[in-house]
């Protein structure tokens, strides 16, 4: 059973749980936002969505045993659709994850009445919050997540995007000429992901020498060497995403623009051509508009994931009998 979304019980606790392929995030958290427990615990990615679904409830019962929360939110890796509660397609890093019926079979198994979506866009719903208030409630957010894959999160007038099957925001499979003729790993070739994720700018090294190369850390580290081919692999991926981005806020027209995720950490030598691309699309009115990181650090998944139960549908416990 699916009924819309509803305040928390006054003073309760929410559970906020963050799916990823190799970890699970589990948080404890006051009406304020404070956390009150944490737990993590891995990911039990190859055997299948009824293990990766009993982990989740063991790890909300490790940081509520006493029962205090009577909601829980979930981020969870996937292209979630939280008016179903399915996992609407998935890669391989989670088995058997496309077609889980999650928000249902969370609930079933906590007994909480549980919202869910996905990771990125739960991570951008405290940046949403934040922009909201300081416009009224009529922000618009372009949010990037841009790490092992290429994720991102869009919101217009105050509200998040979820479009059809919960595909909304998912910027890695947006068409980037730099990617042009590179097979994607949903099928289709020339998707910004391809050429602006880690894996991507590595890929692209090798490419470009013959020489594998173990990861993105390993083309950074020879980048600040001076190896050119490390260099035009690390700015060719981030001029891609910069491209990409700065074409969206045209159509957007977004108060802001959230780049996160581990590649962008590398450096200034990624940050500065994802920003100098970005700012050669932008149309007039948009001139000045600058990429940023995020606001929150390592609690935003799970603070935004507690935060869903107060906007998305909640799924019953007993929906699957």
């Known amino acids: 059973m699916t009924t819309a979304a ?8 929410v559970v906020g749980l963050d799916l990823g392929g190799t970890k699970i995030a589990a948080a404890l958290l006051a009406a304020d936002g404070t956390v009150l427990a944490r737990h993590s ?5 190859r055997e299948g969505a009824a293990a990766v679904l009993d982990a989740l409830a063991a790890a909300a019962a490790s940081v509520d045993p006493d029962r205090a929360a009577a909601l829980l939110g979930i981020a969870a890796a996937g292209l979630i659709d939280p008016r179903s509660g399915m996992v609407t397609s998935a890669t391989d890093s989670l088995s058997g994850w496309a077609g889980t019926r ?6 079933g198994r906590t007994g909480y009445a549980v919202a869910c979506d996905n990771d990125v866009r739960a991570t951008a719903g405290p940046e949403l919050a934040a922009l909201n208030a300081s416009t009224g409630g009529h922000g618009s957010l372009l949010f990037a997540a841009i790490g092992t894959g290429v994720g991102g999160a869009l919101a217009a ?10 595909i909304a925001g998912h910027l890695g499979h947006v068409p980037s000429p730099e990617a042009a003729g590179l097979p994607c790993t949903c099928g289709s070739t020339g998707h910004l992901e391809v050429i602006a994720s880690g894996p991507g700018i590595a890929a692209h090294y090798e490419r470009l020498t013959g020489a594998p190369v173990d990861r993105l850390e390993t083309v950074a580290a020879r980048a600040a060497q001076g190896d050119s ?5 690390i700015t060719t991926g981030a001029a891609a995403a910069g491209h990409v981005l700065g074409g969206l806020a045209n159509a957007l027209g977004p108060d802001r623009v959230v780049v996160g995720g581990g590649v962008p950490r590398i450096g200034p030598l990624y940050e500065d051509a994802l920003r100098a691309a970005f700012a050669a699309e ?3 009115p948009l001139r000045g508009l600058v990429p940023r990181p995020p606001l929150l650090g390592h609690d935003a998944a799970v603070l935004g994931a507690a935060a869903l139960t107060t906007t998305l549908p909640l799924h019953h416990p007993g929906a699957l009998r």
């Open 229 to 233: 081919h490390a260099v035009a692999a």
């Open 41 to 45: 615990r891995p990911t039990p990615a």
């Open 282 to 284: 932008l149309m007039g």
């Open 157 to 166: 007038d105050g509200r998040m995007l979820h479009g059809s099957a919960g």
């Open 102 to 107: 999650l928000g249902a079979g969370l609930a």
């Open 6 to 13: 509803t305040p928390a019980p006054a003073g309760r606790p």
